[in-house]
Every structure is written in structure tokens, then in C-alpha cells.
């Protein structure tokens, strides 16, 4: 049984719960953001909410990225910096939210 195919989850759409939260193809990062959800699901046992959660808030930064012609891999602080800047209407949860999704995502991909 796959957690991230076989939950529902209020507010998840239907190609979230059925498995599609790892293959959204042509995504900039996709490898990478899949190969950490991939980890964090199969290695930490993180919930299919969770996951989905995190790919909600990384897959707007690697979007934020590309439509600058910026590599994910090439992001340095100040990326994520001007990233969070462009984004005044966040709160404090959420931004310290993503930067925690963040985190991870890059410590991750240092790490392989």
C-alpha cells in the first residue's frame, strides 16, 4: 500500500491523493524536489500530507526560479532572500514554513 496514493485528505485534489505528488514532469527541480519526497516518505516515514505540503511550498520557489532563468542548483541566499521578499502578504508561520521546506530541500540535495 503507497501512503501517497491510498489517503484522502480534505482540500488535497484528487491527483495528489492518487499518486501524483511525485511525478509532476517538467516541474524545474522535479528530480531532485521527487527525490526528496521520494526520501522523506521511504526513510523518514513522513505523512502523504506532509509531502504534499512540502511539494506546496517548494514547487512555487523552483517555479520563482526558472522564470528568471535561474538553475535551483545556482540559488544562493540571496535568492531565497529576494524570493521571500516578492512575497509580502506571507506571515511569519508561513515563511518560516517555507524556509523550512527549503532547508531541507537543499541539505537534501547537498547530501546526493
Known amino acids: 500500500m503507497d501512503v501517497l496514493t491510498d489517503i484522502a485528505l480534505p482540500g488535497v485534489t484528487h491527483e495528489a491523493r492518487h499518486g501524483h505528488v511525485l511525478a509532476h514532469l517538467g516541474d524545474p527541480g522535479d528530480d531532485a524536489l521527487n527525490d526528496l519526497i521520494r526520501a522523506l516518505r521511504d526513510e523518514r516515514g513522513l505523512a502523504a500530507a506532509t509531502l504534499v505540503g512540502l511539494r506546496r ?5 523552483l517555479a ?6 535561474r538553475a535551483w542548483q545556482d ?5 531565497v532572500t529576494a524570493y521571500l521578499a ?27
Open 75 to 79: 540559488a544562493a541566499l540571496e535568492a
Open 86 to 112: 516578492s512575497r509580502p502578504h506571507w506571515s511569519r508561520v508561513t515563511i518560516s514554513r517555507h524556509v523550512q521546506c527549503l532547508r531541507s530541500f537543499f541539505r537534501h540535495s547537498a547530501r546526493r
Open 64 to 69: 520563482w526560479l526558472a522564470e528568471r532563468g
Open 57 to 61: 511550498s517548494l514547487t512555487p520557489f
